[in-house]
């Protein structure tokens, strides 16, 4: 079991940037996958990025590629968000979340691990 908790979203105006970061307790983290999605207002949880147990490799949606950067601190237990050049349309809900095992493929990932989720704004 791991427990995972968001902390670092807010309101920004557009062009500017905020950090996530995701905090875990439990079990060692660095055995985990770890990732964020998002949930808009009256749309359905998407992917947006989850990078590997050893940092070497990441996954991005198409939607934030070149903007977000993903990373990870096993020694820390935490995994941050860095989301750059953010839009209006980047308003949602932000979810850390974790899983022992990859898909390969976001949308076809399941963490089994949950956070409460973060409000991120984004002002035109």
């Known amino acids: 079991q791991v427990q995972l908790a968001e902390s670092g979203g807010g309101l920004v105006q557009a062009g500017g940037s905020l950090r996530l970061s995701c905090a875990a307790s439990?079990?060692?983290?660095?055995?985990?996958?770890g990732g964020w999605f998002r949930q808009a207002p009256g749309k359905e949880r998407e992917f947006v990025a989850a990078?590997?147990?050893?940092?070497?490799?990441?996954y991005y949606a198409d939607s934030v590629k070149g903007r977000f950067t993903i990373s990870r601190d096993n020694a820390k237990n935490s995994v941050y968000l860095q989301m750059n050049d953010l839009k209006p349309e980047d308003t949602a809900v932000y979810s850390c979340?974790?899983?022992?095992?990859?898909?390969?493929?976001?949308?076809?990932?399941?963490?089994?691990?949950w956070g409460q989720g973060t409000q991120v704004t984004v002002s035109s």
């Open positions: 979340a974790a899983d022992l095992t990859w898909a390969g493929y976001g949308s076809r990932w399941f963490p089994h691990f």
């Open positions: 439990g079990r060692a983290f660095s055995s985990y996958v």
């Open positions: 990078i590997n147990r050893s940092s070497g490799s990441t």
